[in-house]
């Protein structure tokens, strides 16, 4: 069973659909034996990086997702979710995150629009399963204000070009992130969660 | 490169996908749920639904036609139409919606722009205008499905949406609107050259060059309905004219 951690995080059906077309089981859950039970879990996420912080700490799920990451479960951050893995981003003047991963998360450059939102291709950065038979330009969907902009170039898996480099994967042991919506990706996202999930079981 | 999005509308009433000209005269098209699940797989970008349904009780039916369709598609999906308050907006992406868009209701009140994208993000806050040229010229934005004249200059309210937080732009062209002339490009550039924000151009599509003049202005993405209902312009075709015509295109892999 998926944990989908259910912190009030946007829209999660999408996210259970998709998962449903790959028959996998999935759960929205805040409860910590659930979610360690699971034999993965799902950071979702749409909004403010302060109010989601913020709503993870109320429900101790800071402290369950980072005792779940140094066990080793896998686990995946979505757009938003992946963010919250660094250690800290100056939306909303400053904000520290979960720290699982290093670095840290910025405003997008003004000089293109704000959000990136819509159809960009994403460049391998490193050979992978992750990006296994996507065919030639693989289209995915983003809708973000902020990126990831420090971060250890090891763990970057691919990117987007939208006003520079836009880490859209990364991975580091069991943790990985997309800063794109899979769910919302057409078959190219349903291949890119079968490809995780096959890589995980 | 982000690519320029092509965006199916589908208009729908009562369960039904319908189909008017300048925003009169509504015909009943098709089951909105096997025609989502067409776009999807012709490689539409995004879909959006329309509400037009007047009662309560047709609003139900209206957000399990939302779920339903959230279940069979894998692109994002905007859905709009009567939304007033941020309790509407809730329910609309709880029944599987991405991104919600407002009207009327945001010229009536504009600190629900600023509301909701506080509270769900900029990204799902979408701010639709109905616009049309005045006899002074300008154009100005009309509420309440295109019949009453608001005075307010449609790109000044443009820029205002940004500034309360809009995450995004549909400017529907009233006179384009079923004509099927092409899009209402001056307009659409002029508000798309005052915002930092995605804008969609909507109303007017009539043939596939129509779609090439509006991503020649820098426009963002492309609505349309009948063009596509109808499968006049089937959208795998217009992708790969487009594609061939140097428009940054998501293609089917």
Sequence with gaps: MIAIIDYGAGNIKSLQFALDKLGKNSKLTMDPEEIHQADSIILPGVGAFKDAMEALQRYKLDTILKKEAASGKPILGICLGMQLFYEFSEENGGCTGLGLLSGSVKRISDRVKVPHMGWNILQSNQPQRLLHQLGENPYVYFVHSYAIDELEEKTLVASADYGGRVPAIVQDKNITGMQFHPEKSGDIGIALLKNYEEMIS | ?253
């Design chain 2, 1 to 253: 490169m982000l690519a320029k999005r092509i965006i199916p509308c589908l208009d729908v009433d009562k369960g039904r996908v319908v189909k008017g000209k300048k925003f009169q005269d509504i015909k009943d098209v098709a089951n909105p749920v096997e025609l989502a699940a067409r776009y999807n797989r012709e490689g539409a970008d995004e879909l959006v639904f329309y509400d037009i349904t007047a009662s309560n009780e047709e609003r139900n039916i209206f957000l399990d036609v939302v779920e339903q369709v959230a279940r069979e598609i894998a692109i994002p999906f905007m859905v709009g139409g009567g939304i007033r308050t941020t309790q509407d907006i809730h329910s609309v992406l709880h029944a599987g919606a991405d991104k919600v868009s407002v009207n009327s209701a945001a010229v009536q009140r504009p600190e629900l722009i600023k509301e909701s994208s506080d509270k769900f993000g900029s990204q799902c806050i979408v701010l639709s205008i109905d616009a049309k040229r005045t006899a002074d010229g300008a154009f100005h934005v009309f509420i309440n499905g295109g019949r009453k004249d608001t005075g307010i200059d449609a790109v000044e309210w443009a820029k205002r949406g940004e500034v309360l937080g809009a995450g995004e732009l549909v400017v529907n062209a009233m006179d384009a609107d079923g004509e099927k002339n092409g899009f209402q490009i001056e307009l659409t550039k002029k508000i798309a050259d005052a915002v930092n924000i995605p804008v969609i151009a909507s109303g007017g599509a009539g043939k596939i060059e129509h779609f090439s003049e509006v991503f020649a202005e820098g426009i963002d993405a492309a609505l349309a309905a009948s063009v596509f209902h109808y499968e006049e312009i089937p959208i795998p075709e217009l992708k790969e004219y487009l594609s061939s015509q140097g428009i940054p295109m998501r293609r089917k892999a």
